[in-house]
């Protein structure tokens, strides 16, 4: 597949190109990336859910059910742990990032042949329409500048029938997240479900948990389903 041509200079200042947010910017420098995996496997206990990756992995495998052949984009991949998660079912994977080192981390921590590298803004990809089976966000929505640009880029990109995992942070209202949000110190995203569930008019949300303030949610493209609230 051509992937699209971003450059490091083009996704800061390139006028096609959203800006990015200091949460997004504090992302491409090494010492951040060297960090990350560290911190993912610690973060969603420290955010009050009580899931280890190995836990939040078999959660995933158990509602989306990857499968050796289907090819699957992994948005915002950072140390690539949904990218190692899909490649480890046999699925075929790009794990894209606005971030180098993240994705030389990502590349050198899940080392397979399965898994394709990228640096782009999925808030404007250019990837082609309907190309993928999955498209995972792990936490990315709270990052990204744009989150709606991100999620109807996500919906544009996966095939009739295919599976959207996401993991976010959702809105408490606590000061703490009023805190994040402001642009000088991070301009983070806590969104709504409902809110996410608005911006994505063509998908089916099928699965919906709420694990304190951590939101696992599967969407599939143009499906209707009833929805699972609980594990
Ligand atoms: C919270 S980390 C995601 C962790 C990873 N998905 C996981 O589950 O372990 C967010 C990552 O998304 C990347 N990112 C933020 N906004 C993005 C965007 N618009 N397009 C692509 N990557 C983005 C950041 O550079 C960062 O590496």
């Known amino acids: 597949m051509p992937l699209p041509a971003q450059s490091q200079e083009n996704l800061n200042s390139h006028p096609a190109v ?11 420098f090494p010492l951040t990336a060297a960090g990350y995996a560290w911190w993912r496997q610690r973060s969603l ?15 995933f495998r158990a509602r989306c059910s990857p499968r050796a052949g289907q090819r699957w984009l992994d948005v915002g991949t950072s140390a690539g742990f949904y990218a190692g998660v899909l490649a480890r079912a046999g699925c075929e994977v790009l794990a894209v990032d606005i971030s ?9 921590r899940e080392p397979d042949a399965r898994i394709d590298w990228a640096q782009l803004n999925m808030e404007r990809s250019d990837l082609p329409t309907g190309a993928f089976d999955g498209v995972t966000v792990g936490a990315t929505l709270n990052e990204t500048r744009g989150p709606a640009a991100l999620l109807r880029e996500c919906a544009r990109v996966l095939r009739p029938g295919g599976q959207l995992w996401l993991m976010y942070l959702r809105r408490t209202g606590g000061p703490l997240q009023a805190l994040f949000e402001r642009p000088a110190a991070g301009g983070l995203n806590f969104p709504d479900p409902a809110w996410v569930q608005r911006q994505l008019p063509g998908l089916t949300r099928t699965d919906a948990l709420a694990v304190g303030a951590v939101q696992f949610e599967r969407y599939v493209a143009g499906a209707a389903s009833s929805e699972r609230e609980t594990l």
């Open 18 to 28: 959203p800006a990015l947010s200091a949460a997004q910017r504090s992302n491409l």
């Open 45 to 59: 206990r420290a955010l009050g859910a009580d899931y280890t990756l190995e836990r939040e992995a078999r959660l």
């Open 100 to 108: 180098a080192p993240m994705l030389r981390e990502g590349a050198r």
